[in-house]
């Protein structure tokens, strides 16, 4: 219905590209993995982890101020909230098909009001990895201390949209 909106009032055309920008490889760490891996079939409520209702659910995520939980998620789910928070795109580059149990725990900037940022996909970036003094930083170390995982600064392609058409929009 947006999308109806804003053709028929800006005549917005767009089509979607692929760029070359840069990305974090998500790795494992050479310090190894230290995520632990859903077992089918094991009861992992040992943590408390419960959905809204009160009961346990086989894949679950909780997020708070510089805190992540997540049981029996894929990484692909750990990529796409990393993606969110870092403002660019994050590439599941381990290896590693399971689902995995684990909690991130990081100081986030004062800033910052939620754990995650108020724009899905923020600006990509420099190819630079963050200053030492930003949380995106102390995510990293996170990251790697924590889960035995790491992000390396990359280049690669990233699905973006280019705007051919667009018009002051029309009256009422």
Known sequence: MLQALLVDRFKLAVH???RELPIYALVVAN???KLREEKPGADSHANGIKGPDGFASHALIRTGRGQLTGRALP???LVRLLTE???RTVVDKTGLMGNYNFTLQWT???SQAATF????YGPQGSGAPPSTDSSESLLFTALQEQLGLKLESQEGPV??????HA???SEN
């Open 31 to 33: 310090s190894g993995l």
């Open 16 to 18: 979607p590209d692929a």
């Open 159 to 164: 699905e973006i949209y280019v705007i051919d």
């Open 108 to 110: 986030p900037r004062e």
């Open 117 to 120: 940022r108020e724009s899905e």
């Open 75 to 77: 990484l692909s789910a």
């Open 167 to 169: 018009e002051k929009p």
């Open 85 to 87: 928070q870092l403002g």
